[in-house]
T-cell receptor
Framework: EDKVVQSPLSLVVHEGDTVTLNCSYE??????LLWYKQEKKAPTFLFML????IEKKSGRLSSILDKKELFSILNITATQTGDSAVYLC?????????????FGAGTTVTVRA | DAGITQSPRHKVTETGTPVTLRCHQT?????MYWYRQDPGHGLRLIHY???????DKGEVSDGYSVSRSKTEDFLLTLESATSSQTSVYFC??????????????FGPGTRLTVL
């Protein structure tokens, strides 16, 4: 059974703080790991990671994958109230002609002014 | 934004009635997915399609059926709705897995309440 576990489940920070979100996984036929941001509507894509040790960055957000230890982290620096959201981690699994994403339960981030 | 629409956006129905949710895409993507999202569970895959008339079950498929007669439309049917199917339903699309990206793009969601 595929498992994707995110931690912590929720956290509250103040503006300007740095946040680190964790995603660990146990799946067969790993293909990719994706991060999404969800703000009371449809999830929006942040990053896709396929190779270990290569950091992806977008503004104040960055993410890295460790395929040996089977985890990824998502960092948000200098947090703003607009970063308040649920952050979802998903692992892409490829089996023959099928491709699926298996999602974690998400981490709820609340940034207080 | 990817061209994905869902209808209806909100629906309230009674236990035992049939319900059909529609997902429509204008991106000509091969893969389409139906998820449900419930507190504490993240997104769970109900069914997916890897082509016209090609569908398969996800992890929570009991009580749901799907059909895909055209590339652009993917229908999710609850044959006899139950209160446990009260949820937010998201449709997603993606290109072929051999493509440049595995990203799935999500529709706006349908909030279904079964009384």
């Amino acid at each position: 059974e595929d498992k994707v576990v995110q931690s912590p489940l929720s956290l509250v920070v103040h503006e300007g703080d740095t946040v680190t979100l964790n995603c660990s996984y146990e799946v067969t036929n790993f293909r990719s790991l994706l991060w999404y941001k969800q703000e009371k509507k449809a999830p929006t894509f942040l990053f896709m990671l396929t190779s270990s040790g290569i950091e992806k960055k977008s503004g104040r957000l960055s993410s890295i994958l460790d395929k040996k230890e089977l985890f990824s982290i998502l960092n948000i620096t200098a947090t703003q109230t607009g970063d308040s959201a649920v952050y979802l981690c998903a692992v892409g699994i490829l089996r023959s002609n099928d491709y699926k994403l298996s999602f974690g339960a998400g981490t709820t981030v609340t940034v207080r002014a | 934004d990817a061209g994905i629409t869902q209808s209806p956006r909100h629906k309230v129905t009674e236990t035992g009635t049939p319900v059909t949710l529609r997902c429509h895409q204008t991106e000509n993507h091969r893969y389409m997915y139906w998820y449900r999202q419930d507190p504490g569970h993240g997104l769970r895959l109900i069914h997916y399609s890897y082509g016209v008339k090609d569908t398969d079950k996800g992890e929570v498929s009991d009580g749901y059926s799907v059909s895909r007669s055209k590339t652009e439309d993917f229908l999710l049917t609850l044959e006899s709705a139950t209160s446990s199917q009260t949820s937010v339903y998201f449709c997603a699309i993606s290109e072929q897995p051999q493509g440049v990206t595995d990203t799935q793009y999500f529709g706006p969601g349908t909030r279904l309440t079964v009384l």
